[in-house]
């Protein structure tokens, strides 16, 4: 008898034991697993916590029951949050709340309770929104080379800011060195020459880089823009800031890979590119010289001119992607914006300031003024 009780003592404790071991393998083991298991409740379950609001294409808005879908990235866009606490008083939802474009997920990571409401919006396409938000700067009726281009000075051309690498504005407004550009245009025709479609978003860093930069090192060789130094910074390091960032894959993939002009022009450039010469495909270059000029000509007034010079330096000066292209003297040029507004021609190892250029790719929806204040948001990309 005394042996019987020993083993069913032993076969309780090993019950025990082993339900034991199944409760701390259940507990998450860290932050993130928490913060996981949290998620997949919120989405999962009709969990008051969170709410989805989606915009119609006719601009009503309803609440979306089903919490567990997120809706569609192809037709709308997560453009921003409002959150409460449990008391009701607001709290600034970017500390309780994250979200993934990405991964289609949403995460109120705080002990308190707290409420959140995501709004997604469908935007409109861009060149109608343009032409509604653009003013009279913008002009879509007739397309200068090949584009639909913002023209005037920098203080009549106020309604072309847009965001790129978040969808959420107060970020973009707080942030402009990372995420605010500015539209030069949008392209009116397919050139399939270049790689270009029709309604691609041609946009430019509203601010250059921390440094400036050499078109290249070497000025007694006649380099061209594939083996250029300032390709390599903008395809390498900047292109890999824009990588770096939440969802960067995401935001990449909306930039279009082609073939840029890099024609030689011992003219000064006018309105229209030269195109007898291409590159190889790419994402991330310069304006062209009659970017500029198409803006609103040589003239320090050009909104396109740097009023402000860059961070860490005062000079306005500023590359673009047009070759001078023939030795002068030995020495081989590239076309700059000069601190006078004009276009002139200096020697590649000068160095100088750089802005990012890069097409979108076709389909993109905007939301938003296009203001400073109130920048375009883009909505939805097909594909995506």
């Given at each position: ?354 802005r990012p250029v890069f097409y979108l790719q076709s389909g993109v929806n905007l939301t938003g003024e296009g203001t400073k204040e109130h920048p375009y948001i883009i909505t939805s990309l097909p594909n995506n």
């Amino acid at each position: 008898m005394k042996k019987k009780l020993v083993l069913r003592s032993v076969v309780v404790i090993l019950i025990i034991l082993n339900v034991f071991v199944v409760y701390l393998l259940a507990i998450p083991n860290d932050k993130k697993e928490l913060e996981e298991v949290q998620t997949q409740k919120i989405l999962e379950s009709n969990d008051k916590q969170l709410a989805i609001w989606v915009q119609e294409t006719n601009g009503e808005w309803h609440e979306q029951e089903d919490r567990s879908k997120w809706p569609d990235p192809s037709t709308h866009g997560f453009v921003g949050a409002e959150c409460t606490d449990s008391e009701g008083a607001t709290i600034q939802w970017e500390k309780v709340l994250t979200f993934s474009l990405a991964d289609k997920t949403a995460t109120i990571k705080t002990k308190q309770t707290s409420y959140c409401t995501l709004y997604f919006a469908t935007g409109e396409p861009a060149l109608d929104h343009l032409k509604k938000k653009g003013g009279s700067t913008f002009n879509s009726t007739s397309a200068v080379d090949g584009m639909y281009r913002f023209k005037g000075g920098s203080t009549a051309v106020t309604t072309n800011y847009i965001c790129f690498g978040t969808t959420v504005e107060s970020t973009c407004t707080g942030t402009p060195a990372t995420y605010m550009y500015r539209i030069i245009g949008i392209t009116s025709a397919t050139d399939n020459t270049i790689g270009l479609y029709a309604n691609q978003l041609k946009i430019i860093r509203a601010v250059p880089s921390n440094q400036s930069q050499v078109w290249h090192s070497d000025r007694y060789s006649d380099v061209k823009w594939d083996s250029s130094s300032a390709k390599t910074y903008l395809n390498g390091t900047f292109l890999n800031t824009i990588k770096g960032l939440a969802d960067g894959a995401y935001w990449e993939s909306m930039i279009s890979s082609h073939k840029w002009y890099n024609a030689d022009q011992t003219d000064t450039p006018g309105t229209t590119e030269p195109k007898t010469s291409q590159t190889a495909e790419s994402k991330i270059g310069l304006m062209y010289g009659t970017d500029y000029m198409n803006a609103n000509g040589a003239s320090t007034s050009n909104w396109l001119f740097i009023t402000n010079g860059w961070s860490g330096n005062p000079s306005k000066e500023e590359w673009t992607m047009s070759r001078y292209g023939f030795s002068f003297g030995g020495y081989y040029n590239a076309w700059y914006v000069s601190s006078y507004g004009s276009l002139s021609w200096d020697n590649m190892d000068r160095k100088y300031a750089v802005r990012p250029v890069f097409y979108l790719q076709s389909g993109v929806n905007l939301t938003g003024e296009g203001t400073k204040e109130h920048p375009y948001i883009i909505t939805s990309l097909p594909n995506n």
